[in-house]
């Protein structure tokens, strides 16, 4: 049984057929977002379809399959624009369990980026953070217990990013951007939800502070 889990939300143009092989010792799990599930259906054991965004369909999923959090030790979450390959997926989750990290993402080699210290550093293996974005994030079990009630807080899950640290109390070096995996981001950010962040970040008295802590 495999112990590492993808869950994507994908549509007609994902790139997650880039994600697998023949040889890749993690679950993928699809969920269809438009009307492209016939092109995906067989693409894994594990494919539904859903209409909404992300990080909702993503948390109804999870909980509409409770098991699957006990089932598997990480949790990556890529946009369906994430360009990166089936060794660096099942080295992510290596790394995780190495460091122990709680939370992690891949760093972003090219140019389409949101927050400037995703962007993939030389001679480093890996940042220690208190952010890690909802572009693609890698969580443990125990963490992903914590945060999933985040991702039903918002529609667009906008915000939700920035409560992570303080949730999974990143002081604790258990958070990080790892610079020994290549990912690259194929789009630019299209779509703009800054009026949710605002109320998201009041809610929970949040403040947009980026802090890398250690490099390693």
Partial sequence: MNKHCVIATVGATSLHRQWISKRSTFDLHLIVYDDSYELFKNDS?????SKGYKFKLIYNYLCNNPELIEQYDY???PDDDISIDSASIQKLFILMKKY???????AIANSFLSYRHTKRQEDSILRYTNFVEIMQPC???EALKKVLFTFDETISGWGIDYHWGKILDYTQMNMAII???TSEHTRPVQSDHRQELFNYMKKYNLNF????????
């Fill in 139 to 141: 969580f443990s079990r």
């Fill in 179 to 181: 610079d020994d995996i």
């Fill in 100 to 106: 122990q990290l709680a939370a992690a993402q891949p």
């Fill in 209 to 216: 502070n980026i802090y890398i802590t250690q490099t390693v």
């Fill in 75 to 77: 949790f990556y979450m």
């Fill in 45 to 49: 054991p594990y494919v539904t379809a």
